[in-house]
């Protein structure tokens, strides 16, 4: 079926750095939406992007549809310790339906304070 | 506002065992979906409604099976627990199919199951 690859598959930042990770695939998509996912929890949408060439910001956050349609960034400014979890890539198949979402293996991200 | 609610959190469960999943979201929308996560992987799809009475089979639908007799209500069941069946058991809902025009997924927060 189809991939997304997703990366990196973990960081160990220090409090304050910025943090950049990113999901390619070979398949256009026409949206592409990330979530961030706590222990005990499930996921939560941060940021979702429905144009190619798309800005978009959530506060710290900033996350962009790429030209090409096959890849999207995500970047977390000022890391804190709260930004602890595993973030997850989600693409929806040009012409499909949620019911088609691909989700990406995640970035497990931990902040040492 | 409850959102997703999935009961229960955790559950083990001896293998040819059957068991539901609960699922129950008070935002009255129309789709629902149930997806499996393993350590390491991303959310796989098991089966989707778009509507009650309307279920479908997602990416990986074999030994699982669902009902949506109600708008708020999609359980999952196990008939025939298999170690294979070991994941984290997430529950969605959606105001719409499409992703686009501000309808994600939202997400309750997990069953863990243990099949041994």
């Known amino acids: 079926g189809q991939q997304l690859n997703q990366s990196p598959q973990s960081m160990f930042i220090q409090e304050g750095e910025d943090v950049s990770m990113n999901c390619t695939s070979s398949?256009?998509?026409?949206?592409w939406l990330w979530y961030k996912q706590e222990p005990g929890e499930g996921p939560v949408l941060l940021i979702a992007?429905?144009?190619?060439?798309e800005l978009t910001s959530n506060g710290r956050l900033t996350a962009q549809f790429g030209i090409t349609r096959k890849d999207s960034f995500l970047n977390i400014s000022a890391s804190i310790p709260s930004d602890v979890g595993i973030y997850f890539c989600?693409?929806?198949?040009?012409?499909?339906?949620?019911?088609?979402?691909?989700f990406g293996k995640g970035t497990k991200l931990s902040v040492k304070p | 506002n409850a959102g997703v609610t999935q009961t229960p959190k955790f559950r083990i469960l001896k293998i040819g065992q059957s068991m539901t999943l609960q699922c129950t979201q008070d935002?009255?929308?129309?789709?629902m979906y149930w997806y499996r996560q393993d350590p390491g992987m991303g959310l796989k799809l098991i089966y989707y409604?778009?509507?009650?009475?309307?279920?479908d089979k997602g990416e990986v639908p074999n030994g699982y099976n669902v009902s949506r007799s109600t708008t708020e209500d999609f359980p999952l069941r196990l008939e025939l627990a298999a170690p294979s069946q070991t994941s984290v058991y997430f529950c969605?809902?959606?105001?719409?199919?499409?992703?686009?025009?501000?309808?994600?997924?939202?997400f309750g927060n997990g069953t863990r199951l243990t099949v041994t």
């Open positions: 969605a809902s959606s105001y719409s199919i499409r992703a686009a025009g501000g309808s994600p997924l939202h």
């Open positions: 398949s256009i998509f026409n949206t």
């Open positions: 992007l429905y144009k190619a060439g």
């Open positions: 989600a693409g929806q198949l040009w012409g499909g339906s949620q019911g088609n979402l691909i």
């Open positions: 935002m009255n929308h129309n789709y």
């Open positions: 409604s778009v509507g009650a009475g309307i279920t």
